[in-house]
């Protein structure tokens, strides 16, 4: 166990609707990243919060948002959903120095029909 | 940008063999590291090994070890008395060093799904 939580673990919905995947990171951690891994794109970095703050962001798309909360759990906003949306997403969480580890949650697999 | 290229989409390896993982990437920074994840059929993303760039020694993790070279820009893992549960899906990423005091990014292969057999 990574110590990172992810719910909910499976969902499914129909294109054009809005889902939102929470995150919350390991006790201490102040930096969450978010993933997406595809069949066809892989494992793609999404965005970073750093304590509250947007610190990176990857291949995003802007029908996607996500932030930080003060108790730093996190939460990603998909919307207008299309099937190609349909995907693993994970988060991950790190200290937020510049230790380099990262812990992975179990992820949110979606399922857009 | 970095690119992580793994060439080997599938291997296969017997019970108690040793097995090596290759792995090239890509990258103009002097300052990063690299990384081995392990996804197992339960699509948890585990951390099995890193190296920081500037260490010469390659890192080890009990049965895990790397090659580390860093002129060649390769990094491969290598599995030693392979076991059933080291089946999974194998990946080697790249970190950037970064100097804003959190962790940047990691940068993923396509990873090499890995199969271990009796």
């Known amino acids: 166990d990574s110590g990172v939580t992810q719910t909910p673990k499976h969902l499914i919905t129909a294109t054009g609707q809005r889902v939102t995947l929470r995150c919350s990171p390991r006790?201490?951690?102040?930096?969450v990243y978010w993933y997406q891994q595809s069949l066809d794109q892989g494992l793609q970095f999404l965005i970073q919060?750093?304590?509250?703050?947007?610190?990176a962001k990857g291949n995003i798309l802007e029908r996607f948002s996500a932030q930080q909360f003060p108790d730093l759990h996190s939460e990603l906003n998909l919307s207008s959903l299309e099937l190609g949306d349909s995907a693993l997403y994970f988060c991950a969480s790190s200290v937020g120095t510049t230790n380099e580890k990262l812990f992975f949650g179990s992820g949110t697999q979606l399922s857009v029909l | 940008a970095q690119t992580v290229t793994q060439s080997q989409p599938e291997m296969s390896v017997q019970e108690a063999e040793t097995v090596t993982l290759s792995c090239t990437y890509d990258t103009s920074e002097n300052n990063y590291y690299l990384f081995w994840y392990k996804q197992p059929p339960s699509r948890q993303m585990i951390l099995v090994i890193r190296?920081?760039?500037?260490?010469?020694q390659n890192a080890t993790e009990n049965r895990f070890s790397v090659n580390f070279q860093k002129a060649a820009k390769s990094f491969s893992l290598k599995i030693s008395d392979s076991q059933l549960g080291d089946t999974a899906m194998y990946f080697c990423a790249f970190m950037r060093g970064s100097n804003t005091g959190t962790a940047s990014k990691l940068t993923f292969g396509t990873g090499t799904r890995l199969q271990v057999t009796l």
């Open positions: 006790s201490g951690d102040l930096s």
């Open positions: 919060y750093y304590n509250g703050e947007e610190r």
């Open positions: 190296q920081e760039a500037y260490k010469q």
